[in-house]
Every structure is written in structure tokens, then in C-alpha cells.
């Protein structure tokens, strides 16, 4: 097997919310990512995902734990490591209007890079920004303009121009899709993919939408309030769920095929989401279980390989119970 | 299908793609010209900006129309309301009014300018360091900010006054000493608000510094704002020069301002009722100005405020 | 089954100082008795504002009704006054939003809000309204009602506070619930719950449904019949098997195409729509569409396509439904 180019082990990100409180938003998750795969996180909002991807990026620190790129902690970098890393992973992000500064010209937003780190390749500075422009499907006439003169779709495409410009190895998408009409949505998504393809990257796509997840995704990994729950490839995690969570989950996600939604299974996931700030004891989904034993609320489960290539933790499976 | 009007074969051919109206972006329009056409639309903002732009032509280009300048002495013609060639009169002194109310004018703008573009470099640096940075360094801005804010500004003026020459420079200073606190309140508030936005993360993932950060992100973003609090710290600048050299703190004689002009009226208030009705017409004049514009820049450059 | 709203040639325009958008632009359609209509399209399609305006919730200026006629009941209600529309909103019509925050008022207790609405429709005494609340939390699933009658809506999670404004708009028994977006802000487990609840009460109920939405994917779920809008106009209506399974135009195709379905196969790319929908503030004479459309005419760019019927229920506006119109097939394979 292939070194992975990420490798999260047991990161834990947590924020003090006042004196007496803190939010564990990340709890202890482990996962790796491998060159030239795309790799989704999955998890309804207040999971940790987002938090995730930020200090894997190094936006955040890590409260334990470490995060390696290319066998190098992110958090311990400096100098020379600390730009080269800052240039090799760049970030796509969800908020279309709020993921581009207002003031500047879409040169000046995808030459952002190229400005910093005084690259350009010996090629101008325009010569770049029309190449990204049109990589993306936009136009050199388009260079000039502010963002709000462009609608949401093409805003994202002028974000990933600018995660572009820095030739990165791999790419963090937070949500990039779900601010966007359903049919921009697969614009972007069909333009990820292309440069995907062309370039070799590597993606984490973070998402809550599990169909354009599991279209996208090599591996996905199911994550519920800090936790990593289920890790599988894609195909498996969705043919057989492991985690009543994710089966939940997936039962849930709406399809659009009334036939289907009339004669699929329903495991209805009960209940709400347990404050983050004061999470359940032992297993996290005990509480919206269907399962849920007496075990599941004394006993952490272990996050295990219950089948090859496929990671789960909970207690219906004997390996994840650590007597 | 039964449509009123005859349709042709001819017109159920395919279209090219190029024949296609493309996707028309929205028409250009850049922030300024934006606010621009909205303070224009504001009618009490216009006259202001016309009355500030009429006062300074007048300030400028008045003095020559008299021979006559603001600090010569001629006791014979002292307190004359009526005489030829000095379109406002003369005071106490024999001096010509008309020359000492523009040249006074020109002084406390000087001043009012300076103290503003002091409290701009000051109130940004500080307030964009604190809300930036947040956390310790800001809690230490932040008292330091309570402490100036909770001593009474004048107090603190006069203070200074007392240890500065008087002179169009230190009393600039001493005005921006206290001036900047609200400034750096200002650029706090909305840097703490921006510094979440989601480019701000996209320059970090970059690898920009915290100066490119605050200075090329935030602080242009931040542009608004600040131009709405310079337009309303010059009227008070003006206001408070005036004041000091009303209680005789401001410059010497024969150095006029438009403090000076109304202190020196208010004396022979009684008998010479004009020499305090023309600095104090120019002063209100100046006041109410830059307020009106400053209203209408505030609608202008930051439409949400609005109601 | 009996009409009880029936919408013809709405146009409603927003009308500022520099431009006016024209936001729709001729809707017709009718609701019956005891069914749930998705509207479906993308922001700015003119779905929520179309209910909106029906609903006078809109503020004119700078919104205004240009045209048409709304037969509640077969009484026109764009002719009637703000009193008697007050006495059909919430009473004859619920509406329920996307953001349960900005509907609540924050400072009330959910249970006084709930009997507030009763009391101004119904002779209840304030014990009578607020036993009924007490109920009404009960049949939309919150648990421990009678002390979460007492509490303010911030004490309510997200899902809870959609639960309660379901509650609120049932309160009444309304002939029709417009549902605008209400589980779009939901996570996907709290959606499905919701969803059930809705289907719920409308079999218990039998009022009639109003399901604004953009994900298709709920649609499936919830409507008996879809009505497909874009750029202010209905493009297609049909009953919800016409619609998914045989629908008729490239529009629809494209949005029904473009979502990825739990089965898809990763090696083909999404189709995806080109472009982005036109400005309201200009739209085109013809069809709105014709810039995205891949199989567009020379006549579509002239002339609005009028509405054809494919079946009874089954009504779409496009060119290529012509007779001298190249023949084109659903280019999505059918999935059945």
C-alpha cells in the first residue's frame, strides 16, 4: 500500500467557551488519508467536522494529538516547512459570499497566493490568473470585476482559482457545495473532479449532503459529536452500514426517487442532537440509539477494524468492547 | 397547440451555442460609485457638502478681495461696524474683521484636519491590534480604552494645554490625545465582526501575515466606517478648539481662530453686537456641515445602518 | 376533489428606486382538497415569494401584486381588506417557515404565543387556549409538554422550535398549511422526523399542503404533485410519478439529473446545468431558460412556449412539446 499523504492520529480540538466550560469539538479521531483519493467526512452540523478540517490546516491549533503531511506534524512546522505546507494544502470554502474579500478584483483574490509566497513561475502575475480563470470556466474578462458582481456558482469556481493558483498536492473542501443551487451544485462538483483528475489532487471533502458524498468520495468516514463513528470506502460504508448511526443516517438522506423513498427501510434516527458542550457518557449516539445497552453508557467503544478496511465504533460489534 | 400567431418551421431549428444569450453578469458598479449616488440622493448631505466647499472657496480666495490683513492694528478705526473696504468691520484693535473671520476659519480647519488625521493613525492602529489579536492583548486595549474614555476629555485637554506651547500643532495634539478613543472603538467593533469571514481564513490557510492581514483584508473593509467617524470627529475637534481658546487656552494673539474671533466678540458683546455674529455664523456654518454630511455618508457608505 | 385555492396569471414585481425585478410573471395553479403540492426551483425561482404575496406577507411597496386573481374558497382575496385577511391568515391559512427563530417571538412563552393565536381566532377562554396548546406540543411530538408550554423559544432546540411553529399554524385547524422551506436549516435526521410529522398530521388532519422546497429529494418524500418554477414562471406541473418518471421538460430533467443518487456510479460525471438563471430585473421575452437549455430553438428565444397538456395532470411549458419540434427523449436513462 501507498504512504498516505495525511495522517490524523487521535486529534482533539477543544475551546474554552467561559471559565467552567469547554467544547471538546473534536474528540479524538483518526483517519488517513492516501495521494490521489478523495476522502469525505460526513456528520450533521455541531459533529466537528468543520473543526476538523480547520486544524488539520493548522487555522486552529491542536489540542492533542498531531496531524502528519507528508510525515511532517502541521502544527510543529516552521521556516521553509511552515510556507511549502501553507502552498501544498489550501482550503475550499462553503460560504460563497463570504469566502471572497468584497474590496478586492478577482485578480488581486486569485493572485492572493502568488502575492504572498512571490511565485509566479516566471510567468506574469495576469498571465496566471487568466490561465486559473479559464481552468475554472470563467474568462479573462471576468479578472477585472468584484465578487458581488458574480453569481454564487461562479464565486466558488473564483475560490477554487485561488486555492489553484498555489499548486497545491491537496485540498480541503468544507462544505463547498451546500450553499449552492442544485444545479450549480454539480457544476462545482464536475469541476472538482476534472481537476482532480488532471492534477492528481487529493481531497477531504467535508459535507453533510451523504449522496454527493458518496458520489464524490473514495473512503468516507461518518463522524457524530467529535467522534469518528464508521470508516469505510464508500461503496461498503453505503451497501452495508455498520454503525446504527450511519444506518440511520442513510435511511434518513432523502433520495430523489419516490419509489425508492416508498419502499426503503426506515430506521428513523429518534430524539436530538446532545449538547456538545456536555456530551453523553461512553458511546455518543447511546442516547438516539435504537441499540443502545447498558454497556454503551459505561464504556468508550473502541474504534476498530470490525471488518478489512472498514472501522466502526460500537459496541454491537465484540471488538470495539475493551473487556 | 394553438397560437395566435403563425409559427414557421424555420424557427424550431436548433440554436448554436454561440447564438445564445450567455450568462450577462451584473452591471459593474464599484462600492464608490455606489455610496456616491446614494449621498447624492440625500438632499441635506448635498448642501453640506456644497456649504463646506463654498466656505473653503471663500476662505481661500475672500482675503484678496480687501487690502487689508488679519493682524495689522490701527486703533483709529477701531470698532467701526460701517467702513469702506472692510466688508465686515474692524474690532477692538482697528483690525479688519473679514480677514481675521477667513483666516480664522482656515486655522481651526488646519487644526480640526490635523487632530482627525491623528486620530485616524492612532484610533486604526490600536483598534485594528485589538480586535485582531483578541484575547490578552485585547483585554489589556480594551481597559487601557476604559481608563481615557472614563476621564473627562476636557480635563485632560486643558491639562495639556497647560504644558504645551500654544500653537496650531500642539493643540492639534492635544485634541487627537482624547480624539482617537472612539475611532479605536469604531475599527474594533467591525474588525472583530470581519475577522470570522471566511477570506480572512482563506488569506491564513495561505500563509499571509498578520500585517497583510489586517492591513490589506480588514482594514479596507473597515473604510466606511472610519470616514463616517473622521466626518463627525472634525465638527467636534472644531468645537473644541474653539472651546479652549475661549477659556483662553488656545493660540496667542495675533493669531486668530475662530475660538479667538468669538471669545474677542463675546467681550464687547454688548455694544458691538457683529463682531461675535459673523466667527459665530462661520462656525455654525462649519458644524453643521460636516454633521449633515456626515449623516449622509453614514447612509451612504453603510446602507445597513439605515433604521 | 373540491379546489380551495386557485392562483391565475399572478405577477408580482419589486419596484425600487433604480429597477424592479419582476419576481413572477404569470403563475397559474390550483390546490385541491386534502393534498400536499411541492413547489420546487432554485432561490430566486419565485416559489416563496409566490405564497408570500398570496399571503400579503410582503410589504408594498416595494412588492406589489400587478395582475391576477386569488380564489380562496372561490372568494378572490386580492380584493378583500387587511381585516378579513386577517381573519383567513393563520385561521383558513397556516404558514410555517424556514427559520422557526424569526417567526417566535423570543420574549413569549411558547405556549402563550400558541394560545394567543387561538384566542384571536376562536372564543376560548385563556385556560381553554392554553390546555389546547398543551395539546397541540403533545400531537407534534415534544416531549413533556406541559412544562415546555411554560418556556421561551431559545430554550427549544432547532428542531423543537420548527416543532412549535407547526404546532402554532395547526392551532386553528387550517384548511391549508403553507410549508416555506421548513426543514432546510434541519440536519438530515431531524428533516425525516419532520417530514413524518407533516405526513402525520396530514392524513389526521386532512388539510392540504403546501411543500415549498428546493431539494428534490424531499419532495419525494412528501408531495402528491409537483409544480416545477424557474425564473418566476411554473415550467412544469404533474402528479409526483409524471414528474420524476416521465417528465417532460429539459429544465427538469437537468435538476433531476444533476442530483446524485445513492446508487449512482462513480465513473460518470453529474449532469449538470450550464450557467446560471437570468435576471428578473430584464428577463428574456422568450424562455427563461433558453440560455441553459441544450436543446434550444430559434422560436424559444422569441416567444413564451405556452402550457400543453401532457396528460390531465400533467401540464409543461416548452417548445419542444411543438409538433414541428425535433423529437427529443429524456436523456436521462428511466430508472424503471
Redesign the interface.
Known amino acids: 500500500m501507498t504512504k498516505p499523504i495525511l495522517e490524523v492520529k487521535n486529534l482533539e480540538k477543544t475551546f474554552q467557551i467561559d471559565r467552567n466550560r469547554v467544547l471538546k469539538a473534536v474528540d479524538g479521531i483518526s483517519f488517513e488519508v492516501f495521494p490521489g483519493e478523495t476522502f469525505g467526512l460526513v456528520g450533521e452540523s455541531g459533529c466537528g467536522k468543520s473543526t476538523a478540517g480547520?486544524t488539520i490546516?493548522n487555522?486552529y491549533d491542536a489540542s492533542n494529538g498531531e496531524v502528519l503531511f507528508d510525515g511532517k506534524n502541521v502544527h510543529r512546522l516552521k521556516g521553509k516547512n511552515?510556507?511549502k505546507f501553507?502552498?501544498e494544502?489550501?482550503?475550499i470554502?462553503?460560504?460563497p459570499y463570504?469566502?471572497?474579500?468584497?474590496?478586492?478584483t478577482v485578480m488581486d483574490i486569485i493572485a492572493?497566493?502568488l502575492d504572498?509566497?512571490e511565485i509566479a513561475n516566471g510567468r506574469s502575475r495576469e498571465e496566471v490568473v487568466y490561465e486559473l480563470l479559464e481552468t475554472v470556466g470563467l474568462n479573462k474578462s471576468?479578472a477585472t470585476?468584484?465578487p458581488?458582481?458574480?453569481?454564487g456558482g461562479q464565486r466558488q469556481r473564483i475560490?477554487i482559482a485561488?486555492a489553484l493558483a498555489?499548486e497545491p498536492k491537496f485540498i480541503i473542501a468544507d462544505e463547498p457545495i451546500s450553499a449552492l443551487d442544485v444545479s450549480v451544485q454539480a457544476q462545482v462538483v464536475n469541476l472538482m473532479r476534472k481537476l482532480q483528475k488532471e492534477k492528481g489532487l487529493t481531497y477531504l471533502f467535508i459535507a453533510h449532503d451523504l449522496s454527493m458524498v458518496k458520489y464524490i468520495s473514495d473512503r468516507v468516514g461518518v463522524m457524530y459529536l467529535g467522534r469518528m463513528a464508521e470508516l469505510a470506502d464508500s461503496e461498503e460504508l453505503y451497501d452495508d452500514p455498520l454503525h446504527p448511526y450511519t444506518q440511520g443516517l442513510l435511511s434518513t438522506a432523502p433520495i430523489p426517487d419516490p419509489v425508492q423513498a416508498r419502499q426503503r427501510e426506515k430506521i428513523r434516527i429518534k430524539g436530538e442532537l446532545p449538547s456538545p458542550l456536555d456530551p453523553p457518557s461512553g458511546c455518543r449516539f447511546r442516547t438516539r440509539c435504537p441499540h443502545a445497552m447498558a454497556v454503551c453508557a459505561q464504556v468508550d467503544p473502541l474504534w476498530v477494524e470490525a471488518k478489512p478496511n472498514h472501522w466502526v465504533a460500537c459496541h454491537l460489534y465484540p471488538k470495539s468492547n475493551p473487556q | 397547440?394553438n397560437?395566435t400567431?403563425k409559427?414557421q418551421?424555420?424557427?424550431?431549428?436548433?440554436?448554436a451555442p454561440s447564438?445564445?444569450?450567455?450568462?450577462?453578469?451584473?452591471?459593474?458598479?464599484?462600492?464608490w460609485k455606489d455610496a456616491w449616488r446614494r449621498f447624492k440622493?440625500n438632499k441635506g448631505a448635498l448642501i453640506g457638502l456644497v456649504l463646506i466647499i463654498l466656505l473653503l472657496l471663500i476662505a481661500f480666495i475672500g482675503p484678496l478681495l480687501n487690502g487689508f490683513d488679519y493682524s495689522t492694528q490701527n486703533l483709529s478705526i477701531s470698532n467701526q461696524e460701517h467702513l469702506s473696504g472692510h466688508f465686515l468691520g474692524t474690532d477692538s484693535l482697528g483690525r479688519d474683521l473679514w480677514q481675521r473671520v477667513w483666516y480664522g476659519a482656515k486655522v481651526s480647519l488646519l487644526i480640526a484636519f490635523i487632530a482627525a488625521f491623528l486620530d485616524v493613525v492612532i484610533g486604526v492602529t490600536f483598534g485594528g491590534i485589538s480586535g485582531y489579536f483578541g484575547g490578552r492583548v485585547d483585554s489589556v486595549m480594551q481597559r487601557i480604552l476604559e481608563i481615557m474614555y472614563s476621564i473627562p476629555n476636557i480635563v485632560v485637554i486643558i491639562l495639556l494645554m497647560m504644558y504645551l506651547e500654544p500653537g496650531i500643532l500642539p493643540i492639534a495634539v492635544a485634541l487627537a490625545f482624547t480624539g482617537w478613543v472612539p475611532m479605536a472603538r469604531v475599527v474594533r467593533a467591525q474588525i472583530l465582526k470581519l475577522k470570522t469571514?471566511?477570506?480572512v481564513?482563506?488569506?491564513?490557510?495561505?500563509?499571509?501575515?498578520h500585517f497583510?492581514i489586517l492591513f490589506k483584508?480588514l482594514i479596507?473593509?473597515v473604510?466606511g466606517p472610519i470616514i463616517i467617524a473622521v466626518t463627525f470627529s472634525i465638527p467636534s475637534a472644531i468645537f473644541f478648539e474653539a472651546f479652549l481658546s475661549f477659556i483662553g487656552l488656545g493660540l496667542r494673539s495675533p493669531a486668530a481662530s475662530l475660538g479667538i474671533l468669538v471669545n474677542d466678540g463675546y467681550r464687547t458683546l454688548q455694544l458691538f453686537p457683529y463682531q461675535l455674529f459673523w466667527p459665530a455664523l462661520v462656525l455654525c456654518i462649519i458644524m453643521l456641515s460636516f454633521n449633515l454630511i456626515g449623516d449622509g455618508l453614514r447612509d451612504a457608505l453603510d446602507p445597513k445602518m439605515k433604521k | 376533489m373540491k379546489p380551495i385555492l386557485e392562483v391565475s396569471d399572478l405577477h408580482v414585481t419589486f419596484r425600487s428606486?433604480h429597477h424592479e425585478v419582476k419576481a413572477i410573471r404569470g403563475v397559474d395553479f390550483t390546490i385541491h382538497e386534502g393534498e400536499v403540492v411541492a413547489f420546487v426551483g432554485e432561490s430566486g425561482s419565485g416559489k416563496s415569494v409566490t405564497f408570500q404575496s398570496i399571503m400579503r406577507l410582503l410589504p408594498q411597496p416595494p412588492a406589489n401584486i400587478d395582475k391576477g386573481t386569488i380564489l380562496y374558497n372561490g372568494r378572490d382575496i386580492t380584493k378583500i381588506s387587511e381585516t378579513e385577511m386577517q381573519k383567513i391568515r393563520g385561521k383558513e391559512i397556516a404558514m410555517i417557515f424556514q427559520d422557526p427563530m424569526t417567526s417566535l417571538n423570543p420574549t413569549i412563552r411558547v405556549g402563550k404565543q400558541i394560545a394567543e393565536s387561538l384566542m384571536k381566532h376562536q372564543k376560548v377562554t385563556y385556560q381553554e387556549a392554553k390546555d389546547r396548546a398543551v395539546e397541540l406540543l403533545k400531537m407534534v411530538g415534544i416531549p413533556s409538554p406541559s412544562e415546555r408550554v411554560n418556556q421561551y423559544p431559545h430554550q427549544f432546540s432547532g428542531g423543537m422550535r420548527q416543532r412549535a411553529m407547526i404546532a402554532m399554524a395547526l392551532a386553528c385547524s387550517p384548511k391549508l398549511l403553507i410549508a416555506d422551506e421548513p426543514t432546510t436549516a434541519l440536519d438530515v435526521t431531524i428533516q425525516a422526523q419532520i417530514i413524518d410529522l407533516l405526513k402525520d398530521l396530514q392524513t389526521d388532519t386532512g388539510s392540504s399542503i403546501v411543500f415549498i422546497t428546493h431539494d428534490l429529494g424531499v419532495v419525494a418524500e412528501i408531495a402528491d404533485r409537483v409544480a416545477v418554477m424557474y425564473a418566476g414562471k411554473i415550467v412544469e406541473t404533474g402528479t409526483l410519478d409524471e414528474i420524476f418518471y416521465n417528465p417532460r421538460h429539459p429544465y427538469t430533467w437537468g435538476l433531476l439529473a444533476s442530483m446524485p443518487r445513492l446508487d449512482q456510479t462513480r465513473d460518470q460525471d453529474l449532469a449538470s446545468i450550464p450557467?446560471?438563471p437570468?435576471?428578473l430585473v430584464n428577463p428574456?421575452v422568450g424562455c427563461p431558460f433558453?440560455?441553459r437549455c441544450p436543446?434550444?430553438?430559434?422560436?424559444?428565444?422569441?416567444?413564451m412556449p405556452?402550457t400543453?397538456k401532457a396528460s390531465d395532470s400533467h401540464q409543461v411549458a416548452c417548445?419542444l412539446?411543438?409538433?414541428?419540434?425535433?423529437k427529443v427523449e429524456n436523456p436521462i436513462v428511466s430508472r424503471r
Not at chain 1, 458581488?148 to 453569481?151: A, I, K, M, Q, V
Request: aromatic share 8%; net charge positive; glycine share 4%.
Open positions: 480547520r490546516i487555522l511552515q510556507k501553507r502552498r494544502m489550501q482550503m470554502f462553503q460560504d463570504a469566502s471572497l474579500n468584497p474590496r478586492k492572493e497566493g504572498i509566497h471576468h470585476r468584484y458581488h458582481e458574480f453569481s475560490g485561488r498555489m | 397547440m397560437s400567431k409559427l418551421k424555420s424557427w424550431f431549428e436548433p440554436l447564438e445564445k444569450n450567455s450568462e450577462v453578469l451584473a452591471p459593474q458598479t464599484g462600492y440622493a469571514q471566511e477570506y481564513l482563506a488569506a491564513r490557510t495561505m500563509g499571509a501575515s497583510r483584508h479596507p473593509n473604510v | 428606486e450557467g446560471s437570468p435576471s428574456p433558453t440560455a436543446y434550444a430553438m430559434k422560436i424559444c428565444q422569441e416567444q405556452e400543453t417548445w412539446q411543438h409538433p414541428d419540434s425535433p
